[in-house]
């Protein structure tokens, strides 16, 4: 879900995005079915590899988190 959030955005620019690695990722919390997920990604380095550290919440509760790493290509 982050990549491909990430993606879209690449996508409005004209760029295309692939997916190097994830790292440091931490779950927090099972995330159930009909809850909604809040996504936020910032880009903490340009590339080659880009980096983005993102959380996803529900509601204001962490539910997980970690940095991934994004190529143009």
């Given at each position: 879900?982050?990549?491909?959030?990430?993606?879209?955005?690449?996508?409005?620019?004209?760029?295309?995005?692939?997916?190097?690695?994830?790292?440091?990722?931490?779950?927090?919390?099972l995330i159930r079915p009909g809850e909604r997920?809040?996504?936020?990604?910032?880009?903490?380095?340009?590339?080659?590899?880009?980096?983005?550290?993102?959380?996803?919440?529900?509601?204001?509760?962490?539910?997980?988190?970690?940095?991934?790493?994004?190529?143009?290509?």
């Amino acid at each position: 879900m982050v990549f491909d959030a990430i993606a879209r955005q690449a996508a409005e620019r004209g760029e295309r995005m692939r997916l190097s690695a994830v790292r440091k990722i931490r779950f927090r919390r099972l995330i159930r079915p009909g809850e909604r997920l809040e996504i936020s990604a910032v880009r903490e380095r340009e590339g080659p590899p880009a980096s983005y550290a993102f959380r996803v919440s529900v509601g204001a509760e962490p539910a997980a988190s970690g940095i991934m790493l994004v190529e143009r290509f």
